[in-house]
């Protein structure tokens, strides 16, 4: 779950949400920057689906006693955090075995300088899973595949990052109100952003404007939330709270124009 705090609420928002939204980013992304755009179905299958692994947690939200608010995906259990990388990557590899190659490397990527044993064994085997995948799908050993193979993931990466900015920050926030992932703009960086991180602001309310920008034309996404009222959790706990509170939506157009 992705949170953001408000005086009275939390604004939730899914993964599987959010990653739409990504989704919809590499849909949009324009084909001569694209990198082997033959395969771009198969990635924008795996953007789309990155964060499948949530939807059951998401479903029932956890309560961080310590810290009087819902968990996010920032501070989720870890043993919990890697069963639900694990089950969304397997559900992934039944659709596409180059889509969830590229959701293996994305979440092996967290935890690569992991020491609790949780987040070694997680990586350990998806190692194992990517190995096999990578022979599979006859990138192994090739470097022109693998350079490709590391693009498209720097696609996943930056969509991730860019729907992660709608998520996590209040519509119109200035740049000293964002959160701290994104006071340096938004990485990795490609060569038609002459391999500087892109940079990204709120223009108003329904607005992000990106200093560069990979997307063939403005975008809009449409996000969907709960704003969860926190008189409410107290009254009748974190599950029933959010269960009752409708979803609302908010349209954000993607659009090039950051000095």
Not at 224 to 245: F, M, R
Request: a neutral charge.
């Amino acid at each position: 779950m992705i949170i953001r705090e408000r005086e009275h609420s939390f604004i939730m928002i899914t993964q599987h949400d959010h990653a739409k939204i990504s989704g919809e980013i590499a849909q949009n992304w324009k084909d001569s920057y694209f990198n082997g755009v033959e395969r771009k179905a198969e990635v924008v299958l795996g953007i789309y689906e990155h964060d499948r692994g949530w939807i059951e947690p998401d479903a029932a939200p956890l309560w961080y006693s310590n810290k009087q608010k819902p968990h996010s995906f920032i501070d989720f259990p870890l043993d919990l955090k890697v069963s639900y990388y694990k089950k969304g990557i397997n559900e992934v590899e039944k659709m596409s075995k180059y889509a969830s190659l590229l959701c293996s490397l994305h979440y092996a990527s967290f935890l690569q300088y992991e020491e609790d044993p949780i987040g070694v064994k997680f990586v350990e085997d998806e190692i194992t899973r990517q190995l096999h995948l990578l022979k599979h799908c006859g990138i192994l050993g090739k470097m022109s595949k693998e350079k490709q193979l590391q693009y498209h993931l720097n696609i996943l990466k930056f969509c991730d990052n860019l729907s992660l900015y709608i998520c996590l920050n209040e519509p119109g926030a200035k740049k000293e109100k964002e959160h701290p992932f994104y006071h340096n703009g938004i990485s990795p960086s490609f060569s038609f952003a002459k391999n500087k991180p892109i940079q990204v602001k709120w223009s108003d309310q329904e607005t992000v404007s990106l200093s560069v920008s990979p997307l063939q034309k403005e975008v809009q996404v449409q996000l969907l939330y709960k704003e969860v009222n926190k008189e409410d959790i107290l009254a009748n706990g974190l599950l029933s709270a959010y269960s009752k509170t409708p979803f609302s939506y908010k349209s954000v157009t993607l659009a090039a124009g950051v000095n």
